[in-house]
T-cell receptor, first 112, second 112 residues
Framework: DVKVTQSSRYLVKRTGEKVFLECVQD?????MFWYRQDPGLGLRLIYF???????EKGDIPEGYSVSREKKERFSLILESASTNQTSMYLC???????????FGPGTRLTVT | GESVGLHLPTLSVQEGDNSIINCAYS??????FIWYKQESGKGPQFIIDIRSNMDKRQGQRVTVLLNKTVKHLSLQIAATQPGDSAVYFC???????????FGPGTSLSVIP
């Protein structure tokens, strides 16, 4: 079974802090994605990556950056956390296409 | 912009009854559609998909129907069980596109 793990299930940070969310997948997938999930808005794509050291902006990249130094790991960085970045963050990976994505359990981030 | 949406945010059904979850999409160029299930505390999980050259596809206890004329997608769950309680997302994409667009989700509650 594909396994996508995220470094934390719950995280509380202060405004202005730099925050790192880590995601690791164990199936040698090329594609990795970061989404945020907010009630009534569904999943919104922040960034995605098709290969090591490659990244593409999604629909809401402002305030975020990413890093993919190894194929299995995709990190989401909040350079200076703000309260409007309080959300559930979901990482996903897929093999050859974007269609069948496998999701991690999510990290619920609260910025105070 | 074009987006995928759902008709109802919540749905309650009696255990053993059939459930129908609806989804409307607006991008007529979308040619691939996916249903995801998200249980409490977990990431979304792929359920079933359908391509635009089909109007029906069946899985285990689930059926997806696609009506391209009215841009409508539905997920039918037969003999709904308590384990089916979750949030269900429809998603759309174009074959040549590199992103999947998710709807806001419908929360299904199964009444024992």
């Amino acid at each position: 079974d594909v396994k996508v793990t995220q470094s934390s299930r719950y995280l509380v940070k202060r405004t202005g802090e730099k925050v790192f969310l880590e995601c690791v997948q164990d199936m040698d997938h090329e594609n990795m994605f970061w989404y945020r999930q907010d009630p009534g808005l569904g999943l919104r794509l922040i960034y995605f990556s098709y290969d090591v050291k490659m990244k593409e902006k999604g629909d809401i990249p402002e305030g975020y950056s990413v890093s993919r130094e190894k194929k299995e790991r995709f990190s989401l960085i909040l350079e200076s956390a703000s309260t409007n970045q309080t959300s559930m963050y979901l990482c996903a990976s897929s093999f050859a296409t974007v269609y069948e994505q496998y999701f991690g359990p999510g990290t619920r981030l609260t910025v105070t | 912009g074009e987006s995928v949406g759902l008709h109802l945010p919540t749905l309650s059904v009696q255990e053993g009854d059939n459930s129908i979850i609806n989804c409307a999409y607006s991008n007529s160029a979308s040619d691939y559609f996916i249903w995801y299930k998200q249980e409490s505390g977990k990431g979304p999980q792929f359920i079933i998909d359908i391509r635009s050259n089909m109007d029906k596809r069946q899985g285990q206890r689930v059926t997806v129907l696609l009506n391209k004329t009215v841009k409508h997608l539905s997920l039918q769950i037969a003999a709904t069980q308590p384990g089916d309680s979750a949030v269900y997302f429809c998603a759309e994409t174009e074959t040549s596109y590199d992103k999947v667009i998710f709807g806001p989700g419908t929360s299904l509650s199964v009444i024992p």
